[in-house]
């Protein structure tokens, strides 16, 4: 079934702007004109951006979390930019493993299970996409998704 990606992240990020807000972070999104249509599983995509996007806000100190959605001619990408503590590259790697956390203390005192990611890459694959990462640590991370168009459809 076709879906907006649009909706589907106005409605998250509208759902995770109220504790960035009160963090002083401001929630910027740049999305086509014209829709971004995917055949996909609204929920599950719902799903996906829910978890990087409490991410993002609960790993972000201050500045700003900037979502992007670009149609391309074979799919459609979507960025999501923090301002937050970054990631050390030795981490990296290891990122999308169950329950792996970078910094164990930190983290529990920021709550979660260190389930997340290894949740959303399952559920990008299911849907035959690619989930990148990139980060400086002090400075803030990029998650890079892409999703292709069934052009046979
Ligand atoms: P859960 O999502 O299950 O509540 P979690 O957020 O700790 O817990 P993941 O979402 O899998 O687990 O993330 C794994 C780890 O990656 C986090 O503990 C955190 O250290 C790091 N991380 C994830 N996203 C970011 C980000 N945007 N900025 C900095 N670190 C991040
Ligand atoms: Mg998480």
Known sequence: EDIDLIEVIDMVINKVKIKANQKGI?????????????????????????????????????????????????????????????IAEEDLPYLFDRFYRVDKSRSRSNGGTGLGLSIVKKLVEIHDGTIEVQSTLGKGTTFILYFPIDLNE
């Open 26 to 86: 401001d929630v910027v999104f740049n999305s086509p004109s014209h829709g971004a249509l995917i055949n996909a599983d609204g929920q599950r995509m719902e799903q996906i951006f829910t978890n990087l996007l409490e991410n993002a806000t609960r790993y972000t100190e201050q500045g700003t979390i900037q979502v992007t959605i670009i149609n391309e001619l074979q799919g459609i990408k979507i960025s999501i930019v923090d301002t937050g503590i970054g």
